[in-house]
């Protein structure tokens, strides 16, 4: 929820009132994984039985395995990521400082190497040949050709005779899901590609077009996971670091730093997984019926923070060696628990997904330049969009409506208090609009659990939190909530 205001404008609160809200949020924040950890320890043998708790990598503890991606991409990490993301680094370094013209090339032959060797031969065909007909297609420059194209080369991810036909290409489940991934997100890369050379349609560079383009695709620390960079800002900046290539001294330094940071923030995650079994108790209803209000509320905060911290890690260490490349990646996640806002959420979490979004769904659908009707359809089909591209499943569905609904609710909630006349002073309309975030992030919240633990986690919360505790347990929730959005609404509008 925004202010009336400009984020610049909201008025600042007395010191001693921020730092309640500072010490309220803390405070409930440790409590509330406290009382998880309670429950987790007191439940530990089921949980063990039913969901097979890995040894703990600290002695004493146990460990929950049960957040498929966190798991998956530990292991493929371990097995070849981590080699060949440094590799890429050598690679780069070297070139950039004996053969600065060659670097980009490199670059590319080394990306599709490294997709080979953990692909396949057969792995990286079906993305060539999607390369290919998205290639082709966008010659034709015709927008809407382009767009039914790349989704129905994204439909075909859910085809289940070449699921099996792909899944016979490799020894394990987890080989198939990578190149699931792969195929996922270049796709995104593709239809970047396509629209932007609609939109060009004086530029006819052919071979040199196609090569970079390959580039675009291959760029290995993008290439698995992301964050999504638009085709023509990785051009750009691709060009410029080409031409500014040099031996910085101070990139030792930056490295050293950022890594810190990611080993840190690895840390953190791999504790919370050791100390609070939350990934296990979501999954099991009736684990959820019976947490006690605190510890319930402290899942719902873990579920969340978890996720924060494991895409830290995910994009942080490809974005570490884009900036080495002198790219501008996307800026990480914001922290969780200062977001107050669906807008926020998607604006600060994935700023790579969003600013695609806004470029190729929302302004070319016409956005809010042609009213609110046009606004609500380009929001819509957006999020429309996010959802299929996930696979469309029914709890994506609702994730997706229910993210729909929370902004247009912000933003008619915005228009209305902008075109009203305040009376209270600027202090008190802050406290104002931090009510009614805490509402947005209650909702927002809710909205998580559903994408992260499924339908049945956001019913079970729902029925708990506002039907059966209404008048117990979610005034508290929401006066803590009140805390939360002060300091997000704080850290937006004077930051550190």
Known sequence: MA???????????????????????????????????????????????????????????KRDPSDFEWTFWTEWAKKSLLWTLAGHGVISRLTSIFYPKLRVPALTIYGFLAASSVLGIRGVSVLLVHLGL????????????????????????????????????????????????????????????????????????GALELCWLLSYTFYHPFFFNGPVVTYPD???????????CDGDQSLFTYLVLRLGRIILWWCTAEYLIHVMYMHCIQSNETYLEILPPWALGGLALALVQFFFLKYLVLFGLPSTLATLDKLVPPKLPRCVSIMYSFTGMWRHFDEGLYRWLIRYIYVPLGGSRHGHLYKMLSTGLAFGFVCLWHGGHDYLQYWALMNWAGVLVENG????????????????????????????????????????????????????????????????????????????????????
């Open 413 to 496: 909630l915005k228009s209305l208090f902008a075109s009203s006349e305040q009376n209270v002073s600027a202090a008190m309309e802050r406290r104002c609009v931090g009510l009614l975030c805490a509402v947005s992030t209650a909702m927002l919240i809710l909205s998580n659990l559903v994408f992260l633990g499924g339908t049945h986690v956001g019913r079970v919360f729902w029925k708990r939190v506002f039907i059966q505790g209404w008048s117990t347990v979610a005034p508290p929730m929401l006066a803590f909530l009140y805390c939360f959005a002060q300091i997000g609404l704080q850290w937006t509008s004077h930051p550190p």
């Open 3 to 61: 202010s009336t205001k400009s984020k610049g404008q909201l008025a600042p609160l007395p010191w001693a009132e921020m730092l309640a809200y500072w010490v309220l949020s803390f405070g409930a924040h440790l409590y509330s994984f406290y009382q998880l950890h309670i429950f987790s320890k007191a439940h530990e043998a089921g949980l063990e039985r039913e969901f097979q708790l890995e040894k703990g990598l600290v002695k004493g503890f």
């Open 134 to 205: 998205s290639f082709s297609v966008a010659l034709l420059q015709k927008s809407a050709l382009s767009w039914a194209t790349n989704l129905l080369l994204l439909s075909t991810l859910h085809i289940r005779p070449l699921q099996e036909i792909q899944r016979g290409w490799y020894k394990t489940e987890e080989e198939y899901y990578l190149l699931l991934f792969s195929v996922a997100v270049c796709g995104l890369r593709f239809i970047s590609f396509s629209l932007e050379r609609c939109w060009s349609p004086g530029e006819r560079r």
């Open 234 to 244: 990785y051009i750009e900046q691709m060009q410029r670091s080409s031409e500014e």
